[in-house]
T-cell receptor
Framework: AQSVTQLGSHVSVSEGALVLLRCNYS??????LFWYVQYPNQGLQLLLK??????LVKGINGFEAEFKKSETSFHLTKPSAHMSDAAEYFC????????????FGKGTLLTVNP | ETGVTQTPRHLVMGMTNKKSLKCEQH?????MYWYKQSAKKPLELMFV???????ENNSVPSRFSPECPNSSHLFLHLHTLQPEDSALYLC??????????????FGQGTRLTVV
């Protein structure tokens, strides 16, 4: 069965600091991996995705993530946080078996301090 | 309009009411989903439709009844709900080709409050 673990339900950074949101996955077959962002009272917006091409994936708003098979990780980073990055971030996985089932992590709330 | 549109954005209903949530996608996708997002809980997949046929139902109570009349529209009919059903209900769509599924695109959600 596939699963996703996001380490840290809440991450707080200063404006201009590095953002690192952690995601580890469990999958019996090569996965597709995604990061989504959710602003208050909004739906989820896709930030970036990994679909077995390049292991370093660049997304919108300056975010990127690196797929590391040996560590079963797909951590999200941004070199310099902006106030507008404050939101909840979800890591998700689709893998073999049921290709319809997008399994989400519990989410990480990012706050950015001035 | 583009993307995935959900109506209404907010809904307050009594436990004896019957209401419906509507979702429409303008992306030409062939799969649609209902998710439930409650406070402090992970996103829960409720229903999946592919080519208008239900392919997955994750043990959702019968007071939630989905309907997919065509590939662009998805409904969630609600009746005799409980207060614990209060949540943000998210609709999504994606394109599935064989075993390959693209990313899901989400609507803005319907904030449901059961009183």
């Amino acid at each position: 069965a596939q699963s996703v673990t996001q380490l840290g339900s809440h991450v707080s950074v200063s404006e201009g600091a590095l953002v690192l949101l952690r995601c580890n996955y469990s999958s019996s077959v090569p996965p597709y991996l995604f990061w989504y962002v959710q602003y208050p009272n909004q739906g989820l917006q896709l930030l970036l995705k990994y679909t077995s091409a390049a292991t370093l994936v660049k997304g919108i708003n300056g975010f990127e993530a690196e797929f590391k098979k040996s560590e079963t990780s797909f951590h999200l980073t941004k070199p310099s946080a902006h106030m507008s990055d404050a939101a909840e971030y979800f890591c998700a996985v689709i893998s073999g078996g049921s290709n319809y089932k997008l399994t989400f992590g519990k989410g990480t709330l990012l706050t950015v301090n001035p | 309009e583009t993307g995935v549109t959900q109506t209404p954005r907010h809904l307050v209903m009594g436990m004896t009411n019957k209401k419906s949530l509507k979702c429409e996608q303008h992306l030409g996708h062939n799969a649609m989903y209902w998710y439930k997002q409650s406070a402090k809980k992970p996103l829960e997949l409720m229903f999946v439709y592919s080519l208008e046929e239900r392919v997955e139902n994750n043990s959702v109570p019968s007071r939630f009844s989905p309907e997919c009349p065509n590939s662009s529209h998805l409904f969630l009919h609600l009746h005799t709900l409980q207060p614990e059903d209060s949540a943000l209900y998210l609709c999504a769509s994606s394109q599935v080709r064989g075993m390959v599924n693209t990313e899901a695109f989400f609507g803005q959600g319907t904030r449901l409050t059961v009183v």
